[in-house]
């Protein structure tokens, strides 16, 4: 029987999971969304940022090269952690004995549809476009971060 503060402990981490994993969705949309001259500004920033770190320990890669590999880099990892924190959220809050597989495919299929809005909702945002190429950047992202959570929890069960 579970004690009545392990249960209060259990609720709060499905309560602030599925907060993260909603913000995060919210968040990513917000990066897609921007406009062309918002986003690129951010990721300019973000490029010149990570070029200064790379500098004090000699490393010097070309800047236009480096904020291209940069901006597709975020595709993937944006939504890896909207995989991730939507598939911690779900394995949280299910009972612990029950199939998963097919609400593994749900988180699958609500992360991938997320990643794909996120990019077709650039054709009514000025100086955006869709990309084919990102879109499957952010599927594969999500995809992934679902499969690890995913194998992380069968191995927590196979150990116990």
Excluded at 29 to 50: I, K, N, P, Y
Excluded at 59 to 87: E, K
Aim: with cysteine.
């Amino acid at each position: 029987m579970k004690s009545a503060s392990g249960n209060t402990r259990r609720k709060l981490s499905i309560a602030v999971l599925w907060l993260l994993a909603l913000g995060w969705a919210g968040f990513s949309l917000f990066l897609s969304w921007q406009s062309g001259e918002d986003t690129g500004a951010l990721s300019m920033e973000l490029a010149r940022f990570l070029l200064g770190l790379l500098a004090r320990v000699g490393i010097y890669p070309d800047q236009t090269a480096f904020h291209m590999g940069l901006r597709l880099a975020a595709h993937f990892g944006v939504f890896f952690i909207d995989g991730l924190l939507a598939a911690a959220a779900l394995a949280v809050s299910l009972p612990r004995g029950k199939p998963r597989v097919w609400l593994w495919s749900m988180a699958m299929l609500a992360c991938s549809a997320l990643a794909v809005a996120a990019e077709v909702g650039k054709l009514y945002i000025p100086g955006r476009h869709l990309q084919w190429d990102e879109t499957l950047l952010n599927v594969v992202g999500s995809v992934l971060g679902v499969g690890l959570v995913m194998a992380i929890s069968a191995l927590r069960r196979r150990r116990g």
